[in-house]
């Protein structure tokens, strides 16, 4: 290693990046507050109570968005079940989009001006609190569940449904005997994934949580009515524990509970048809909660293209007309996050890369702080970087770069995961391969991880482009007149009652993400995905 | 003269020692096979040839120079093929002769010639993701000897196909083995290939080569019970040796006197040996024969060529292989267990008398 100075170089700089933009912004929050701010938080019943609602929240939610998304999961997997690309294309939608956006769409349906409260029912209603706020989350994250396990569903083999059914079985106890505990590891999984994203929320509370404030929102609160970073520091700190710990429950249960199914070669077996009753009873669920979603999407729409939600009808094209700085603010939620994206596709494959296969030193430590943020909420990350760069020599308050960076940081674990995982995809007998035919470890570098990384690589990019253009947490706190992005601009318009244009630069930003998301289809579908 | 010399090969991982003082030589143009079970240091040894771990101690030498030196002139085929599985069949093929840096043409038209050499002529262009498990076999092997390697090594490399083209890719490796004489090790824990491949087979257990010989050798006179019982099947019995003479010898076992043929050391006579007999040596006869040890058929297996007999004597039960074309035995029938020809290979003479079982 030491005859290698470029090798040497890269890992120079690759830990210097990692101690740098990860570790110490997330040092930076836990000591910046003093003894007695964390004192008085812990103190103040406000507090109190903001942790009791995001705990309530954390159970609430969570059950919910598990639940929803084991039977999306299950609609989505069996074969012999009608609309259930619908269902599949339904799942992914809130996946590309800011988070608030479910909220925001929630407002135009059941708020004051709702088109179902006020519109059909002719009621005005608060619908500000946690009933909505559960909803809102609900919505926002079955999704996340809903992917994951299908995941383990999917290497769940026919056969064995199948073998237990020939057994004598009824359907109901196949799925309660074989399935579900197969598919237990994945869905607890799930829910843990599931519960880091609901703690973590701030833009479907900062929408509709009203005065059921939970930690998120009472940090940022902290900051925008006191001015007290150092008390929202502290209490990001206390919002962050809960996540850290939820966050190594689920790596080490992913470990340990993963089921490796024993058997052979892989079945392209049809899988077993679902009973009457249970089709039924999915396809309704799905059905229902596919509507609420395609109305939530459909009333944005339609909110940006008449004149007054709830009241003038009347079609207009003025709300995207009539953006003017917001255009701006687009532009910039496009570029931080091209930087941003870029960046940490490039940092987590040179990490994954020296981790995995050079042995670097420190590897199991730089592979913790890559991991971090996956832990640590959006919010926490934006007031680490917005109080670790604002002197000097790196004071970059308020400027682009921090927003950019910030982002790159947060986006930096689950792009490193792909790189990870792509390259224990490739069996290390074909780096033994070119070495035994005379290839030096450049050459093999060059020759193939360099290749077969480009994959991972596009596959991070898009990945972290769309969680940044849509992200509000990570940038709230960072957020200054000249560097406004889309995301914090909806956020003031809908809290100021503009839905017309919120709903116009919401339409615009979702355009953009699915663009993202149709781009990173096409550019990937020819990579062939077979790396083993 | 000695081609590939392997010296005193000892290598350990933590506290397990997968190569232990293994010393072994082969001709060039020698097929050596490694046999063992897994975790006997087969694959270690493999793979400290090619250069691509280090030895703790001891030496490995190709025509006389240590070899993994400057360049590795000893190449794998690896088990799982190792393709590179985004470059094409081609791209794989020529990577070896672009690190060499020759010209393109040269390289160009060696590919081809390779190619049509190992029957892939029109698949030069696919992915190795787009080729059947036999056809990756026969790129990995393409890219290997498109180099001339000084030694090829091959490790385990039908052990991922189907029976039905096991059978045709191992004579075929066979056929090209001879044709272009390389020196090649093979390491397998099948010992049917093992047999059928090698000129040479090393008989490896826990790190250590425990025979060495012709596969004759070694399925006719294994050095020990380990290697008699894990190449092929074996009856291994213990017997006392009442006389060995020129034209026959006696043997003494569960109070039974067996005859058997010539050959055996005169030396052994009135000691006790373990003894191995294969299937195929041993021959089913009336019950009534005096010198056979008699018993009843206790299951039988037809496989085609001949049928297998377990035949229970009360206090061993032999293994015996009849041509199915000669005798078709019921089972519970009483017979007698004898020796077809020459007398059984003795294993080792510090056997008791009694018999044991497999």
Redesign the interface.
């Known amino acids: 290693m030491l005859r290698e100075p470029g090798l040497l170089a890269a890992i120079a700089v690759l830990w210097g990046a990692l101690l740098l933009f990860v570790l110490y912004p997330a040092l930076r929050v836990a000591l910046y507050p003093k003894v007695h701010d964390y004192g008085a938080i812990l103190s103040d019943p406000r507090y109190g109570r903001a942790l009791v609602h995001s705990l309530t929240m954390l159970g609430l939610s969570t059950a919910s968005a598990t639940g929803l998304g084991l039977l999306f999961a299950l609609a989505t997997t069996r074969r012999d079940l009608p609309l259930r690309r619908l269902f599949s294309a339904v799942s992914l939608l809130p996946l590309f989009s800011p988070p608030f956006v479910v909220a925001f769409g929630y407002i135009m349906l059941f708020g004051r001006n709702g088109l179902v409260t006020h519109g059909i029912f002719g009621v005005r209603t608060n619908i500000l609190g946690w009933n909505g706020l559960w909803l809102a989350q609900t919505v926002s994250f079955f999704p996340v569940a809903a992917v994951a396990i299908r995941d383990v569903l999917e290497t769940i083999p026919p056969s064995f449904e199948r073998a237990a059914r020939n057994l004598g079985a009824s359907r109901l106890r196949v799925f309660t005997t074989v399935t579900l505990p197969l598919a237990s590891g994945g869905i607890v999984s799930a829910a843990l994934l599931v519960a880091i994203l609901v703690l973590a929320d701030f833009g479907n509370p900062i929408l509709i949580a009203g005065d059921y404030s939970v930690l998120a929102t009472e940090a940022w609160l902290r900051v925008q009515g006191w001015a007290d970073v150092r008390g929202a520091a502290a209490l990001s700190f206390v919002l962050m524990l809960p996540s850290l710990l939820l966050f190594i429950a689920q790596r080490a249960w992913a470990k340990g509970k993963a089921y490796v199914t024993i058997g052979g070669k892989a079945s392209s077996m049809e899988t077993e048809p679902a009973a009457r009753p249970a089709k039924v009873f999915l396809v309704a669920a799905c059905s229902a909660v596919s509507l609420l979603v395609i109305l939530i999407y459909a009333s944005l729409a339609a909110g940006s293209l008449v004149e007054g939600w709830g009241f003038d009808w009347r079609p207009t094209l003025r709300w995207f007309t009539g953006l003017g700085t917001q255009w701006i603010d687009l532009l910039h939620s496009l570029l931080f996050s091209l930087f941003a994206a870029f960046g940490s596709a490039l940092l987590a494959m040179a990490s994954a890369y020296l981790v995995r296969e050079r042995s670097m030193p420190f590897a199991r430590a730089a592979d913790a702080i890559a991991m971090l943020p996956a832990a640590l909420p959006g919010i926490f990350i934006g007031i680490g970087y917005s109080i670790a760069f604002n002197r000097p020599p790196l004071d970059l308050y308020g400027t682009a770069l921090v927003i950019a960076l910030a982002l790159g940081a947060w986006n930096l674990s689950t792009a490193y995961q792909t790189g990870l995982e792509s390259l224990k995809q490739?069996?290390p007998?074909?780096g033994?391969?070119?070495?035994?035919?005379?290839?030096t470890t450049m050459?093999i570098f060059r020759?193939?991880h360099l290749?077969?990384m480009k994959g991972p690589f596009a596959s991070a990019f898009f990945v972290g482009f769309i969680r940044s253009i849509t992200t509000l947490s990570v940038i709230v706190f960072l957020q200054t007149a000249s560097n406004t992005v889309a995301t914090f601009s909806i956020m003031n318009l809908v809290n100021d009652g503009f839905y017309g244009k919120a709903s116009a630069l919401s339409v615009a930003l979702l355009a953009l993400a699915f663009a993202a998301v149709g781009s990173g289809r096409l550019a990937l579908g020819r990579d062939?995905r077979?790396?083993? | 003269m000695t081609y590939l010399e392997i010296a005193h090969a000892t290598k350990s991982f933590g506290s397990l020692r997968a190569l232990d003082d293994v010393s072994l030589g082969a001709a060039k143009g020698c097929f050596l096979t490694l046999l063992g079970p897994s975790g006997c240091g087969k694959t270690t040894l493999l793979r400290s040839i090619?250069?691509?771990q280090g030895l703790d101690s001891g030496e490995i030498r190709i025509e006389g120079r240590t070899a993994g030196e400057g360049?590795?002139r000893a190449?794998?085929v690896?088990?799982?093929y190792?393709?590179?599985?985004?470059m094409d069949v081609r791209r794989n093929i020529s990577?070896?002769l672009v690190?060499?840096k020759e010209n393109k043409s040269l390289i160009e038209r060696k590919v081809e010639e390779t190619l049509s050499y190992l029957g892939i002529a029109g698949l030069g262009d696919r992915?190795p993701?787009q080729l059947s498990g036999g056809q990756q076999q026969r790129v990995a092997l393409a890219?290997a000897l498109i180099?001339e390697p000084e030694v090829l090594l091959l490790d385990e490399p039908l052990s991922n196909l189907d029976a039905k083209l096991r059978l045709g890719i191992r004579s075929e490796l066979k056929r090209i083995q001879q044709d272009l004489g390389v020196t090649t090790v093979y390491v397998t824990h099948d010992q049917a290939e093992a047999l059928a491949l090698s000129d040479l087979v090393a008989v490896m257990e826990r790190g250590k080569v425990v025979q060495v010989g012709t596969p004759r050798d070694i399925y006719f006179r294994p050095a020990g019970a380990f290697v008699a019982d894990f190449v092929g099947t074996a009856n291994l019995f213990d017997a006392l040796v009442l006389e060995a003479g020129e034209r026959e010898g006696r043997l003494s076992a569960w109070g039974r006197i067996w005859r058997v043929g010539g050959g055996l050391p005169e030396s052994l006579a009135g000691h006790n040996a373990l003894f191995c007999a294969r299937p195929e040596s041993l021959g089913l006869g009336d019950p009534g024969d005096p010198d056979s040890i008699p018993g009843v058929i206790e299951q039988k297996m037809f496989e085609g060529s001949h049928v297998r007999y377990w035949v229970d004597t009360g206090a061993f039960t032999f293994v015996v292989d009849e041509a199915a074309s000669l005798s078709d035995y019921e089972l519970k029938t009483p017979v007698s267990v004898g020796f077809r020809s020459a007398a059984p290979h003795v294993v080792s003479t510090r056997g008791s008398a009694g018999g044991r079982d497999e």
């Open positions: 490739v069996s007998t074909i033994e391969a070119a070495s035994n035919l005379g290839a050459r020759d193939i290749p077969l062939t077979s790396l083993a | 090619a250069g691509l360049g590795s190449v794998m690896f088990q799982d190792a393709l590179f599985p985004h990577y070896g690190l060499r992915l993701s890219r180099v």
